[in-house]
């Protein structure tokens, strides 16, 4: 049984696993679904994430995302082995470290990729963030893209923690977006710094996508929102490889307003404080 096989007969991991044909070792981590790292019996090592009654299109439409944002070949992105219903295989990558050449690597990536650029603000099917679903339906513009696809959608939600004056002030928020005039890029859409895989080789994958056609600032502000290794690295490589437009860093608030709005809808008032920040700055 080797990786061939998996990859023609994916709806058997199951079974092998079962009888030992496959070996799991657990990977520590992550909060949405389960990570394992499955060992075949010829040594081949691969990775796999679960998630018990997700929807049928949970893990295919999240191998779409990485095929995707794999075209350009300007960032590495894990091939896909093999996607179920149950079940995401992906290569192996060993984990490192992060590196300031890594990180200058990366910002050169990210450039490439968004440059590549996309049909649309918004992509070919919808998608996940997280465990809600994300409206991908394409939009006019970036502005009426991001409010009603990446933003109402969530603020619905965590109105329900939020009380109805910080729910205004989101909605003030909302109606001040605006960005310079620039094509759909090619993001990644989530990209805070779990979702950059440091490899034992020092270089950066880019996993867990919710990829679309979107504005190439929005991938650089979800890197920031957490903190990003050598962010400072990363950043500016990339604004010598694709000069950003002025006054970017004072848009960061305005597009982080969409990732701080799903985790308070999936997470409640830990974030809110976060959120309303990023609101008044907007």
Request: aromatic residues 8%; negative net charge; glycine residues 10%.
């Amino acid at each position: 049984m080797d990786l061939e096989y998996l990859r023609a007969h994916p709806q058997n991991i199951g079974r092998l696993i079962e009888h030992q044909r496959i070996r799991t070792t657990p990977i520590r981590g992550g909060s949405i679904c389960t990570a394992e790292r499955l060992t075949l019996d010829d040594g081949t090592d691969v990775f796999a994430k679960s998630r018990p009654g997700a929807p049928a299109d949970f893990f295919t439409s999240e191998a779409d995302g990485l095929r995707w944002l794999a075209e350009p070949g300007a960032v590495p992105v894990p091939g896909v082995v093999a996607a179920t219903p149950e079940m995401l295989l992906l290569d192996w990558i060993p984990p490192g470290s992060p590196t300031a050449d890594g990180a200058e690597e990366l910002g050169r990536g990210l450039a490439e990729l968004h440059r590549s650029g996309a049909d649309s603000f918004g992509f070919a099917h919808d998608g996940y963030i997280g465990t809600l679903p994300l409206d991908n339906t394409p939009a006019e513009s970036w502005a009426v893209f991001h409010v009603e696809r990446r933003c109402r959608p969530y603020l619905r939600i965590a109105a329900g923690v939020l009380t109805p004056a910080e729910v205004a002030l989101v909605e003030r928020a909302l109606d001040r977006v605006e960005a310079p005039d620039e094509p759909p890029a090619r993001i990644h859409g989530d990209l805070w710094s779990g979702n950059v895989h440091w490899a034992r080789d020092g270089r950066a994958w880019l996993v867990d996508p919710a990829a679309h056609g979107g504005h190439r600032e929005s991938d650089l502000a979800m890197l920031a929102l957490f903190g990003a290794p050598h962010l400072d690295r990363i950043l500016a490589a990339y604004d010598e490889a694709f000069p950003l437009a002025e006054g970017w860093r004072s848009r960061i608030p305005m597009h982080q307003l969409h990732p701080l709005l799903t985790h308070v809808a999936m997470f409640g008032r830990a974030y809110a404080g976060q959120l309303l920040d990023a609101a008044k700055a907007t």
